[in-house]
């Protein structure tokens, strides 16, 4: 069983840490002899982190053609869902967070669905997330989705071989049927290295503000880095289809990984008013179909 969080912690090797001066919503983690921790230049394809400066700017011309593209989804009535996948303290809840920042509420949501009841247990396995498909000219944004089973679940053993089998199986059924009945599905995975994810959950545990996103079980994770891979790329190479292909994005810089799945996203349509120019591409430096990723 693993020892409480804080005993965990010290097991770490992570007392005398602290946050930097300038943490903004990116907390610069310092070690104990006052080095900033640079963990996040793991096979990493930059050396240096994207500009606050430059970051703000892209972030908010992208924001703008998100709101353009929502008045456009709302004219014509057309469903979008998006699944945010990714190890925890991958970037995913940051993400969500910038997409939704100037989005209406009213026809933009995020579903993060906590820990099936006695009578969701009994459901159809999918059945709990259709109630929270968009309708006509909404969107949905998936903190963790239905592939809960394909990583969570498979690695803690909180399903049955049986149960994960017939999940894999349908998936892709089930998604295609999303699809044909008009929904666009665009499925992120965020991709964080080891050493980063250790710095990120030093930080959580470091930084009063954020010891709510720490629970026993991220910390469980640690210990089946390997068990989660072997999951992700199964997961992946299973489900990545012609009709909704994997997204994987490299979040170490956070920042970076905010504003190109933005721009992929941004990019799969032709909405009113876009500014080409401004959209462009994602870089092929951080975003890479899923199924082209795997083994990195």
Not at 34 to 57: F, H, I, Q
Not at 168 to 184: D, N, W
Not at 208 to 214: A, D, Y
Request: hydrophobic fraction near 35%; glycine fraction near 6%.
């Amino acid at each position: 069983m693993l020892e409480d969080v804080r005993a965990y912690i010290d097991r770490l090797g992570i007392d005398g840490h602290r946050i930097g001066e300038d943490h903004d919503d990116d907390p610069v983690l310092i070690d104990p002899v006052g080095r900033a921790v640079d963990t996040w230049r793991e096979n990493y394809p930059y050396d240096e982190r994207l500009s606050r400066e430059e970051y703000d700017e892209q972030k908010y011309l992208l924001q703008v053609e998100l709101l353009k593209f929502q008045a456009w989804a709302k004219a014509n009535g057309s469903q979008h869902v998006l699944v945010f996948e990714g190890r925890d303290a991958a970037g995913k809840g940051g993400t969500i967070k910038r997409f939704m920042e100037h989005l209406n509420p009213r026809y933009a949501r995020v579903v993060a669905l906590t820990k099936p009841n006695d009578r969701e247990e009994g459901q159809w396995y999918f059945q709990r997330y259709v109630q929270h498909l968009p309708t006509a000219g909404e969107m949905a944004l998936f903190d963790r989705s239905w592939y809960n089973r394909a990583v969570v679940e498979r690695v803690m053993s909180f399903c049955s071989t049986h149960e994960y089998e017939t999940f894999m199986r349908h998936v892709p059924y089930f998604e295609e049927m999303l699809v044909e009945s008009g929904i666009t599905l665009t499925k992120f995975w965020f991709s964080v290295t080891r050493s980063e994810q250790r710095t990120r959950f030093i930080i959580r545990q470091v930084d009063p503000v954020r010891q709510w996103k720490l629970s026993p079980m991220d910390l469980e994770s640690l210990d089946k880095w390997d068990a989660y891979t072997e999951a992700k790329e199964a997961m992946i190479r299973r489900t990545d289809t012609d009709v909704v292909p994997w997204t994987t994005v490299k979040s170490n810089d956070k920042k970076r990984a905010r504003i190109n799945a933005m721009r992929h996203f941004l990019a799969r349509f032709e909405y009113d008013g876009k500014d080409h120019e401004i959209v462009g591409q994602p870089d092929p430096l951080i975003v890479q179909r899923g199924i082209d990723a795997v083994g990195d």
